[in-house]
Structure formats: C-alpha cells, structure tokens
C-alpha cells in the first residue's frame, strides 16, 4: 500500500461516463438487504442477479460471494459471471469497495476509503465489508492507495476534469470524519482523485436521513452527465418531501 503523493503521480479518477473493463458486485446475503421473509430475500436476490446477467453481456462481471453461499448464489447468477469467495456484511460494492483510479502512465489504482457503515450507524456491521476495498484492489491487480478518510462511492461523484460534487453531511458527519474540515477532505480528494474543484451540498435527500440511509449521499441527488454539465434532482411541488432538501 502507498500514500504517494498525487503530484508525482498524478492519480485520476476517470468520469463515470467513461468506459470500463470490468463491474465489480457483492452478492446480498444477510441483513436488513435481504428483508424479513423469504419472499423479500428471493426479490433481493433476483434483484442483484438481473443487474448482474444483464451486465454481463457486455462486460465482466466479478461478484464477490459470502462463504456458504455460493450454491445460493449459482442458482441466480448467469455462468459468465465471475464468483469470488470472500467475507461479508452487506451488499453494496458501490460504497465498500474501491474507487478505480490512473496515474499519469496510465497505471491502475484503487484507492482504499476507511468503511465504517455509514458513520457507525446502529443497524450497520462492517467489520468484513471494511476489507473490501484493499481485497478488491488486489484482485484487480491495482496498486492500492490507502486513504486515511471515512468515505463512500455513492459519496462523490466527478467529472473525471477536476471538479467533484460532495455533501456537508457525508464528509464532514461526525460519525465519519469528525474534527475534519471542508480543507482536509478536499486535500485527500486532490491526493487520491485529482480533484481541484469541490462543489459541496449542504445535504442529500429527505428520505435519505430515515433508518438505513447514508445520510446524503450525492450520487442519487446530482449528477456529471458530461464536463460542462451537471444534472440535479429538483422539487417539483411544496409537498415532495424527497427532494425538499437537496433543492433547497
């Protein structure tokens, strides 16, 4: 692992419009993701593995799988898709895994965020899920950045030209980096993702601050649909309580 500085290798992360080698995914195979029924644990289930299979046809996909549910998870899964054994808590590979970046050479990083269930929420576990970014790193043969921050990928989102959307209540929760300021968090992006410009919400969704939500995450509020252009969620009416915030 490396804390190299981002000035002599210039590491990237490239926009999310840009194209991709391989989709990385964790099977879902406990907690609240899999509901309270049986019924809600086969709809999870099939839920992951159309994402999966439909993926598949036109690139690889790589899905992490619990021990013990492998069997579980071959009779869902399409054949092409890849199953790795490897410890779990949740299921969303978006927030515990990597985030994919290139140096200057064009050499592949992954950079490491410290995981800790959403700001150490009460109904979260990661105690597996915080080794998923280095894992999966190693398994995609990167050199892997570790990152002294609390963060998510459904945390930020960039334009893969400089500029990153980000939430007051994400990166600067005291359940996750507490005593850091908007400086410190912007330095460690500049460092691991080549950030110059930080365009900070003041928060994310309504319903994202109920029970199992990430409190604020960016990705479902805003959007880089090109360099010069950003897409936000807006409210429509008084009434919409979804998006009363983010549109404040």
């Known amino acids: ?16 419009t840009s194209p991709q080698s391989r989709v990385w995914m964790a099977w879902p195979s406990s ?3 899999l509901g309270d029924t049986e019924d809600e644990a ?24 619990a021990p013990g549910q492998d069997d579980v998870a071959a009779r869902f899964l399409d054949d092409r898709v890849e199953r790795t054994t490897a410890p779990l808590d949740d299921a969303w590979m978006r ?33 597996h899920d915080a080794e998923v970014g280095e894992l999966v790193g ?4 990167a050199e892997v950045l570790d990152s002294p921050i609390v963060n998510e990928g459904g945390g930020f989102h960039v334009d893969g030209e400089g500029t990153a ?22 330095a460690e992006l ?12 003041p928060r994310g969704l309504t319903r994202d601050y ?21 897409w936000c969620t807006t409210r429509r009416t008084p009434s919409t309580p979804t998006t009363r915030s983010a549109a404040s």
Not at 3 to 11: C, H, L, Q
Not at 44 to 61: C, G, S
Not at 165 to 186: A, F, H, Y
């Open 95 to 127: 927030d515990i895994g990597p985030t994919f970046v290139r140096d200057a050479s064009g050499a592949l990083g992954a950079v490491d965020w410290v995981f800790n269930g959403w700001g150490a929420q009460s109904w979260a576990s990661w105690e």
């Open 1 to 16: 692992m490396t804390n190299a500085d981002n000035g002599s290798r210039g590491w990237r992360m490239p926009a999310e």
């Open 31 to 33: 907690g609240y993701t």
């Open 42 to 65: 086969d709809a999870a289930r099939r839920t992951w593995a159309a994402v999966a299979n439909a993926v598949v046809e036109f690139e690889p996909v790589t899905m992490l799988v």
């Open 190 to 201: 500049r460092r691991t993702l080549g950030v110059t410009r930080c365009i900070w919400l």
């Open 165 to 186: 959307l980000l939430t007051e209540t994400v990166q600067l929760d005291p359940g996750r980096n507490p005593g850091k300021t908007r400086e410190d968090i912007e």
């Open 138 to 141: 190693r398994l995609a043969g």
């Open 210 to 230: 109920e029970e199992f939500g990430t409190r604020g995450h960016v990705d479902i509020v805003a959007t880089f649909p090109s360099p010069a252009s950003c």
